[in-house]
């Protein structure tokens, strides 16, 4: 078979544009009106990893870093190593998470093409060389069309000078960027974070960026020309005054959230990184004392993950992490989408969208009491006054399991896909499609050890499209949890799930959405979730997008 070609377009940013896939003779083109699944498969032996003698991160020096201070003098930081504690195998790898906080694997994307049923029609393989995905960073790897319809997004990892684009890299995502570097990171790595564009008939073009420095990018889409990003940093070294008082602390505060990319251009530098915006939940009044919250970890509530754009506005999402608000934002006013240099982008307005949640994602008031989380994750607008969310659930396990379920209670009221409704200028919930997921049950995996069975917790990236007939339909990736070190790795599902666009209430076991659509469809009662394709042992799926279209 031949190996890709690849074409130097551009000197620097610009990697070029290369036919992805290993036979160029079979002139592969996504076939309209399908499905696009992202995935990614655990490529690693068990010698990649000796217990007890592995360093990691690869490369890293335990001891104390003197951080230069903007008032000047310094301040001590500590790095810490570890060594692995499992070996290569799979799953038992990701063991080494509870040595290594940000363990990863380095390993190969591939974009299917799918029916709208889950049939496999064609299978695009990422030159490894080029890109590659971290296993099993959950976050990763999310594909947006974009808003001409003409090609599909993602981010990855490129190496930067004299550090490898390849599979079976360790730690990779937590490493820095070759332009923001930390140096309490203890991952010495230098990666690009860098935004891939596929055209319908596989060609490949590769931006790289510095922002997202020492953590991950984790979804990009087109319009007009322009890629927005997002992704988190790691400024988990510092504290939370540090990163406040040393430069370094400015530079990762500068490399989070939302981002805006030129295609072809070489990678910005801080502080021309170009991040969109900067949300503090500082604006925000919080709901049970009536005054503003107190200053967050700064850069932290920024740790945005999924993003889309509908009617020439951007809206992003923030589902993990202990800092700042998980809830839906809109990024600049309506119909603006964000543009200009460093400063009017920095400019530009965050806000929670009316109705969403405004509570703190630690779970915890200002006073002390217990307030609810949200775990959102992949949007999807059907119109301008629907607005569908994937919830991943809280990843919380429960054991031993509570009537057969090991999702905990709060997962099990909110997660799966929630629909929201526009009335008045507020959102308001109206209810969670969930019937079919079977949240928290273990399911099994041919030839995965049976101790590691997952449990869908609830999902994570999501598109859909509406039928002359008002009935949606919805797909969405699974995601779960599980005993494993790092759920992850669990192989997840891809599902499907139609709802009428004018509900208001939840549909019923009875409801069909049998009217106007083909033989094979009559028999899917409406709200009900199909898998409509499971991943194997060692294979994970990440995103779900329409097909581009030429």
Request: proline share 7%; aromatic share 8%.
């Amino acid at each position: 078979m031949k190996k890709a070609s690849f074409a130097l377009v551009l000197p620097v940013a610009l990697i070029g544009v290369v036919r992805a896939g290993d036979d160029q003779s079979r002139g592969f083109e996504f076939k309209p009106d399908t499905l696009v699944l992202s995935r990614s498969v655990y490529v690693g032996t068990p010698s990649l990893l000796v217990p007890g003698v592995t360093l990691l991160p690869p490369g890293c020096v335990a001891g104390t870093v003197n951080v230069p201070l903007i008032a000047g003098g310094t301040t001590p930081v500590a790095v810490t190593c570890s060594t692995a504690t499992a070996d290569g195998a799979f799953p038992t790898v990701f063991n080494n998470a509870a040595a290594d906080a940000e363990f990863g694997i380095t390993s190969p994307i591939y974009l299917d093409n799918l029916s709208t049923d889950g049939d496999l029609l064609d299978s695009l393989a990422i030159p490894t060389d080029q890109i590659v995905t971290s296993f099993s960073s959950k976050s990763e790897l999310a594909v947006n069309r974009s808003v001409d319809g003409k090609s599909i997004t993602f981010m990855g990892y490129r190496g930067g000078p004299g550090f490898p684009t390849e599979v079976n890299v360790f730690d990779a995502s937590n490493a820095n960027t070759p332009g923001v570097i930390d140096p309490t990171n203890p991952a010495v790595g230098q990666y690009f974070r860098s935004v891939a564009e596929v055209d319908t008939h596989g060609n490949l073009q590769i931006t790289e960026g510095n922002a997202y420095s020492g953590d991950n990018g984790r979804a990009a889409i087109k319009d007009n020309g322009l890629y927005y990003a997002v992704g988190n940093d790691n400024s988990g070294n510092l504290s939370k005054k540090q990163t406040t008082t040393t430069f370094v602390g400015e530079e990762l505060i500068n490399s989070t959230g939302a981002e805006l990319l030129v295609p072809g251009q070489a990678p910005p530098l801080p502080p021309n990184i170009n991040k969109i915006g900067d949300f503090e939940i500082s604006q925000v009044i919080e709901p049970s004392t009536g005054v503003p919250f107190a200053f967050d970890k700064a850069g932290k509530d920024d740790n945005f993950r999924g993003l889309t754009i509908f009617n020439n506005t951007l809206y992003v999402t923030k589902g993990s992490g202990s800092n700042g608000i998980n809830t839906v934002y809109q990024v600049g006013n309506a119909g603006v989408l964000p543009s200009g240099n460093t400063q009017a982008l920095a400019a530009v307005p965050i806000t929670i969208l009316p109705g969403f949640p405004h509570t703190l994602a630690s779970g915890v008031s200002s006073t002390g009491a217990a307030t609810p989380v949200a775990f959102p994750f992949g949007i999807w607008f059907a119109d301008e006054k629907t607005l569908y969310v994937c919830d991943e659930g809280d990843g919380t396990l429960v054991t031993p399991a509570v009537n057969g379920k090991v999702a905990d209670a709060p997962t099990l009221a909110t997660a799966g896909v929630q629909k929201w409704s526009l009335a008045n200028g507020t959102w308001h919930m109206d209810y969670v499609l969930q019937n079919g997921l079977s949240i928290g049950v273990p399911y099994s995996v041919p030839n995965y050890p049976a101790a590691f069975d997952p449990a869908t917790d609830g999902c994570r990236n999501i598109t859909g499209h509406i039928g002359r007939d008002g009935i949606v339909t919805i797909y969405a990736v699974t995601s779960t949890v599980s005993t494993i070190g790092d759920q992850g790795a669990d192989p997840n599902r891809l599902v499907k799930v139609t709802d009428r666009l004018d509900a208001t209430t939840l549909p019923t076991e009875n409801s069909d959405d049998s009217k106007g659509r083909n033989d094979r469809d009559q028999h899917h009662s409406l709200g009900h979730f199909e898998t409509i394709r499971s991943a194997k042992a060692g294979e994970v799926f990440r995103g779900v997008t329409l097909a581009p279209q030429g």
